[in-house]
Every structure is written in structure tokens, then in C-alpha cells.
């Protein structure tokens, strides 16, 4: 009795998903190429000492450029971001409201960081040490964004009454919804030698771009490796089901 031969696998089978794995690594080397380009262009617009620009509604920022806002501080409804550690110690980020002007959405200003004063905080107390007056000032700093975590539990703004608001890792939205108004997509990270802010070290992301363009070259070499390979053992006769 004649047995059936076990069944082969297509002899193009393995060509397919090798050439798939060459696109896919090509394209994460193209993918870390372009992160290295946005992170060298980070470093260099915080690099500039260029003069400011003047903030108007609507206007497009670049990540760190040099920016001036006038306008009015709105005390009464300020946000600490929580869970910002500095130092291996623990506080928030004190972001307060900018009105440029009564129809224009506000322009949060991060004044920086203050401790955590122990584990149950009176809120009072942090509300007295971070007042500030409602005159009409200018401001000078950087365009920044929100502070983002990879993972948030619970609520983004604290359900608590008064203010100011307890916040973690909040998105636009979430201030926008505890202020009642629309505000700008970008923030104002203070300027350092401001008196009216707190402790301050603005830096771009710690990881530059010859990491980005390191990991590319390693993706870049993997494909080339691949391809070689492949034809290789295409040129041997490896593919053919003779």
C-alpha cells in the first residue's frame, strides 16, 4: 500500500514572508530616521535665543520656540499637576489660566514645580503660596504641552471642591471642561528668571536623536541582512519544490 507523501510548504512561501520582513524592518528604520529628525529639531528651536514671538489666537508654535504673552493671570482658578517628582521628591506643576482677552481661548502657563508639603496637603495653604495678582502682565517663555504618563488611573482633574484643581496628567479637554472655556493647544512653559513662578529646568526629551538614528541603522542592517539572504538562497536553488 503506497503512503501519501507528507505535504510541502509553497516554494514561495518562505521568499513571501521574508520580502514582507525586509518592508516591515526598512520600515521602522524610515520610522526612527523621522524620530531622530523631529528630536534634532527639538534640540535646535530650544537652542534658539532668537526674540520671542508674540502670542495672538491662533498662530502656530513650534515645540520650545521663544514666545511673549500679555495678559491677565487668572488666580482663582489654578491646577496643580500632580505626581510630578523632581529630585526623587514629589509635588505638582503649578499651571494658572492666562486670559489674553475675553473672546480668545486662555493660554494655560506652567510656573513650574513646588513640593508636595506631606500626604494629606491643605489646599489653602497651596492656594495662598501660589496667588498672584490680576494686573495686566507680559510673560515671557517656551512653548511647551501638558506633562503625559503612558498609563493614568482614574479621573484626569480631581472631583474636589474650591480651587485650585488637583490634575493628573490632564489632556486639553479635561481643563477645558473644569474651566468652562476653550483654551490654547499649547502652553507656555515660564521663563526661569521669572519672579513669579517656582522651581523651573525646562529641557528637551532626554533621548536625542543618534539614539533614534542608532536604532535605525540597526533596523537598516537587519533588512539588508534579510534581503541577502534571500537571494542567497534563492540564486542555491532554496525555494524550488524539485
Request: charged share 20%; glycine share 12%.
Amino acid at each position: 500500500m503506497n503512503t501519501p507523501s507528507p505535504k510541502t510548504l509553497p516554494a514561495w512561501l518562505p521568499l513571501v514572508v521574508g520580502g514582507l520582513l525586509v518592508v516591515q524592518f526598512a520600515g521602522l528604520g524610515i520610522w526612527q530616521v523621522s524620530r531622530g529628525l523631529d528630536k534634532a529639531e527639538q534640540r535646535a528651536a530650544f537652542a534658539d535665543r532668537s526674540s520671542a514671538a508674540r502670542v495672538v489666537d491662533g498662530m502656530d508654535v513650534r515645540p520650545y520656540q521663544p514666545i511673549e504673552a500679555e495678559g491677565r493671570l487668572i488666580s482663582e482658578r489654578q491646577f496643580l499637576l500632580d505626581n510630578i517628582v523632581l529630585n526623587s521628591r514629589y509635588g505638582y506643576y503649578v499651571v494658572t489660566p492666562l486670559e489674553l482677552a475675553e473672546d480668545v481661548p486662555l493660554l494655560l502657563v506652567n510656573r513650574g514645580w513646588i513640593e508636595k508639603p506631606g500626604v494629606a496637603p491643605d489646599m489653602g495653604e497651596i492656594a495662598a503660596s501660589i496667588e498672584t495678582g490680576d494686573e495686566r502682565i507680559t510673560i515671557l517663555g517656551r512653548a511647551g504641552s501638558l506633562p503625559r504618563a503612558g498609563m493614568r488611573m482614574g479621573d484626569a482633574i480631581v472631583r474636589q471642591p474650591g480651587w485650585p484643581k488637583l490634575a493628573v496628567y490632564p489632556e486639553t479637554a479635561d481643563v477645558e471642561l473644569a474651566l468652562g472655556r476653550a483654551v490654547q493647544p499649547y502652553i507656555l512653559l515660564m521663563d526661569p528668571d521669572d519672579e513669579r513662578g517656582f522651581v523651573r529646568h525646562w529641557v528637551p526629551p532626554e533621548m536625542g536623536p543618534g539614539r533614534h538614528y542608532g536604532y535605525a541603522l540597526q533596523w537598516f542592517a537587519m533588512g539588508a541582512v534579510l534581503a541577502g539572504l534571500l537571494i542567497w538562497h534563492g540564486r542555491r536553488g532554496g525555494f524550488s519544490n524539485d
